[in-house]
């Protein structure tokens, strides 16, 4: 059974740094790795999905990589801002099915 | 426009009164999730359709029942709510088959019980 891992738990931040979210799976057999976005009490919005294929993919300051031999993903934030303050999840796909980290909850503090 | 939308937003029952959570969806993907997601923990599947396919993950109880009259419409039937029910509900829906389609959450829904 898939296993998702995100480390750290928390991460507070002082506002215009860069930084790095980390995500890790035990099963490399997968179809491709989604980062969410959730703010509290809310649903989750999708930031980036990476294709098992690929190795990376940009959306403005968000840079995810992909290392499936590893299982590992990372989301990298440029020029953090207080906006971005919210918890950050990992989920892999394999086929139809999803299994999601618990989440990295981000502070960023102006 | 919203590509998924929950009702209720907020739900309140009461200890083993039936409740039923409702999600639509406006993109006719083939396959719909139901989640639980209890505080800082990571959603849970309970179960997903594949257009009428029926998925149950094993671990999920008796006691959460789902239902997909159409393609648009699903379901999720508490039978007895517990105490330890208690949580968001989240639905989602992806584009379904070997495709690698972004998942599309809705709002969730919350679940207290009383």
């Known amino acids: 059974k898939q296993e998702v891992t995100q480390i750290p738990a928390a991460l507070s931040v002082p506002e215009g740094e860069n930084l790095v979210l980390n995500c890790s799976f035990t099963?490399?057999?997968?179809?491709?790795l989604q980062w969410f976005r959730q703010d509290p009490g809310k649903g989750l919005t999708s930031l980036l999905l990476?294709?098992?294929?690929?190795r990376e993919q940009t959306s403005g300051r968000l840079n995810a990589s992909l290392d499936k031999s590893s299982g590992r993903s990372t989301l990298y934030i440029a020029a953090s801002q207080p906006g971005d303050s919210a918890t950050y999840l990992c989920?892999?796909?394999?086929?139809?099915?999803?299994?999601f980290g618990a989440g990295t909850r981000l502070t960023v503090k102006p | 426009d919203a590509m998924v939308i929950q009702n209720p937003r907020y739900q309140v029952t009461q200890f083993g009164k039936p409740v039923t959570l409702s999600c639509s969806q406006t993109l006719n993907h083939n396959v719909m999730y139901w989640y639980q997601q209890k505080s800082s923990q990571a959603p849970k599947l309970l179960f997903h359709?594949?257009?009428?396919?029926?998925?149950n993950e094993a671990d999920t109880p008796d006691n959460f029942q789902s239902r997909r009259p159409n393609t648009s419409f699903c379901f999720l039937d508490i039978r007895s709510p517990g105490l330890g029910d208690a949580a968001m509900y989240l639905c989602?829906?992806?584009?379904?088959?070997?495709?690698?389609?972004?998942?599309?959450f809705g709002p969730g829904t919350r679940l207290t019980v009383l």
């Open positions: 359709y594949y257009d009428k396919d029926f998925n």
């Open positions: 990476i294709q098992s294929s690929q």
């Open positions: 989920a892999v796909g394999n086929n139809n099915d999803m299994r």
């Open positions: 099963d490399s057999a997968i179809y491709n």
């Open positions: 989602a829906i992806k584009g379904g088959g070997f495709s690698t389609d972004t998942q599309y």
